[in-house]
């Protein structure tokens, strides 16, 4: 369900934007966290020239996320920038590839952004542990 006058109905609703730089080690666990969000939405991954092999990381998951990679170690607002750039969704989720988020936050964003009549932006609570 999407607002109307919201664009192409065809965009998902939400994309995950994560930046990656030498933390390759927590990347698979934060990828397998947004992988079991339902409803509509895109992963895309930013290698910022990161000495790992995030390509081959992303690759494990056969798809499911765009990769795309600077070419130089741009930093993080760069980064996130690109992503940006990248997304196709209604709303934008930045997600750092050393966290994780909780199964469901894809539903629970969704249903406060009909309750809310799609509002330009959604804040929500981070643990931090």
Same mark, same amino acid.
């Given at each position: ?6 664009? $192409?109905?065809?965009? %998902? ?5 994560? %930046?990656?730089?030498?933390?390759? #080690?927590?990347?698979? +666990? ?10 509509? @939405? #895109?992963?895309?991954?930013?290698? =910022?020239?990161?000495?790992? $092999?995030?390509? !081959? ?9 765009? @990769?795309?990679?600077? #070419?130089?170690? +741009? !930093? ?14 209604? @709303? *934008?989720?930045?997600? $750092?590839? =050393?966290?994780?988020?909780? %199964? ?8 406060? *952004?009909? =309750?809310? $009549?799609?509002? =330009?932006? *959604?804040?929500?609570?981070? #643990?931090?542990?």
């Amino acid at each position: 369900m999407h607002k109307k006058g919201c664009g $192409d109905m065809n965009k %998902p609703m939400f994309s995950f934007v994560v %930046p990656v730089y030498g933390t390759e #080690e927590y990347l698979p +666990r934060c990828l397998d966290s947004l992988f079991v969000q339902t409803g509509d @939405y #895109e992963v895309i991954v930013v290698d =910022d020239c990161s000495p790992g $092999d995030v390509k !081959g990381i992303c690759e494990r998951y056969q798809g499911k996320c765009r @990769y795309v990679r600077h #070419e130089i170690n +741009r !930093g993080l607002l760069q980064a996130r920038l690109t992503g940006l750039h990248l997304a196709s969704g209604i @709303y *934008v989720i930045p997600v $750092d590839s =050393d966290d994780y988020v909780l %199964p469901k936050l894809t539903d629970f964003l969704e249903k406060a *952004v009909i =309750d809310h $009549d799609f509002p =330009d932006v *959604v804040s929500y609570w981070v #643990e931090h542990q």
